[in-house]
């Protein structure tokens, strides 16, 4: 099956919008919705400040279990057709709500974490941020005394506003703009891709099922992000990309 979906070829400036469904085919654990840990973990005892605040060896020892699970994972064919296409296409950027690093790992640069990163840390005291991979990370306390934090977006957290004005930066100078495996209902999230709309980018929402920002995207195949990634931008040059038939497009025009 045939469909008419942009060729990363054609366009300049691209953003990547990605989210837990591109990492879902690493075996990340997603974090939100069904079969989401926090069904099984309460946030408010391990991803809150009030939680580090109370007890932080706590926190640490579940950040502990979640770096170690990151760090058993590799990047998967999204991620790296996602860093190919920098390479390809050095105007390409790549906005990630996701927190294990594995765009980087895949080869991605500059890539702009709207949650943060679990392999940084960073201290409420002498504000320092570092990267730090150690599992289980040891010191757990700055240099300073202070106990370090993941420098990750907790519940209950602001995003940081430089980081979110990145992104809108490279939204509102985009051409194309490929939404990927996000649910688009957590803000910035369901804010975002608006930005990307309204400057005239052409718009792809690859996931596995229609969300609640659908309505705003031109192109919407429907599968396995790294399928659908894979089909976009790997087929034969100067061809239409050909979607595996069990990447089920329902590919429309915005009208
Ligand atoms: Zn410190």
Not at 1 to 6: D, I, V
Not at 83 to 93: L, M, N, Y
């Amino acid at each position: 099956m045939t469909a008419a979906l942009p060729r990363l070829e054609d366009f300049r400036r691209v953003v990547f919008f990605t989210g837990a469904g591109l990492s879902a085919a690493s075996g990340i654990p997603t974090y939100r919705g069904r079969g989401g840990i926090w069904g099984d973990y309460n946030y408010e005892e391990y991803a809150c400040q009030r939680a580090f605040e109370r007890d932080p060896e706590k926190v640490w020892d579940f950040h502990d279990r979640r770096r170690a699970a990151v760090a058993a994972c590799e990047p998967n064919a999204g991620h790296r057709v996602i860093a190919e296409a920098q390479r390809r296409q050095p105007g390409t950027v790549v906005v990630t709500q996701n927190i294990d690093g594995l765009h980087q790992r895949s080869g991605a640069s500059g890539v702009i974490e709207l949650h943060g990163s679990l392999w940084r840390v960073r201290c409420g005291g002498c504000r320092t941020v570092r990267e730090d991979r150690s599992v289980p990370i040891a010191p757990r306390r700055c240099a300073c005394g202070e106990f370090l934090r993941p420098d990750i977006v907790w519940f209950e957290d602001a995003l940081d506003p430089a980081v979110v004005r990145r992104a809108e930066t490279a939204l509102g100078g985009c051409d194309l703009f490929v939404s990927v495996g996000t649910s688009g209902v957590v803000y910035p999230a369901a804010e975002l891709p608006r930005i990307a709309v309204e400057s005239g980018a052409t718009t792809v929402e690859v996931n596995l099922e229609d969300t609640p920002a659908t309505h705003l995207y031109d192109h919407r195949p429907r599968g396995p992000a790294s399928e659908v990634l894979e089909a976009m931008f790997q087929g034969p040059a100067g061809a239409q990309a050909d979607i595996p038939s069990r990447a089920r497009v329902a590919s429309s025009s915005r009208s």
